[in-house]
């Protein structure tokens, strides 16, 4: 009845998971220094909380199979890299931060990259119900 496609159930989990931890990893963030304080607290609550909410909502929809899981996967993964690829950039251009916060959002956005790429796949918007 339904084709299998390879990936489907862990990177749902995998995301669902990830966007869990993410909400008091963003917590931390916010309260983690001096350099760019304004910066960390003005993307935790513009992009990085909602983001990681419609990440779990997606998640939870892809795991129930459900068609607009791809569409809320999609806008969550976008919102991501719009906000730690310039993130990581700027970190990494001003503060050197290779081993530090500007290589972990480098490494999260280089993966939501991977993850965008994977949920774009034709195959996924024809085999799950609605």
């Excluded at 997606?58 to 310039?86: H, Q």
Aim: glycine share 8%.
């Amino acid at each position: 009845m339904r084709d299998r496609i390879i990936g489907y159930w862990t990177l749902s989990w995998i995301g669902l998971i990830a966007n869990i931890v993410a909400l008091p990893v963003i917590a931390l963030v916010i309260s983690y220094g001096p350099p760019l304080k304004v910066a960390n607290m003005t993307l935790a609550i513009s992009l990085g909380w909602p983001a990681a909410i419609v990440g779990i909502v997606s998640s939870s929809a892809l795991l129930a199979e459900r068609k607009w899981g791809v569409t809320l996967a999609l806008i969550s993964l976008s919102m991501v890299i719009t906000g730690a690829l310039p993130y990581s950039i700027v970190r990494l251009i001003n503060l050197q931060d290779y081993s530090g916060l500007g290589g972990l959002t480098l490494i999260t956005s280089i993966f939501s990259v991977l993850a965008l790429l994977y949920w774009c796949l034709p195959n996924h918007r024809k085999s799950i119900r609605l």
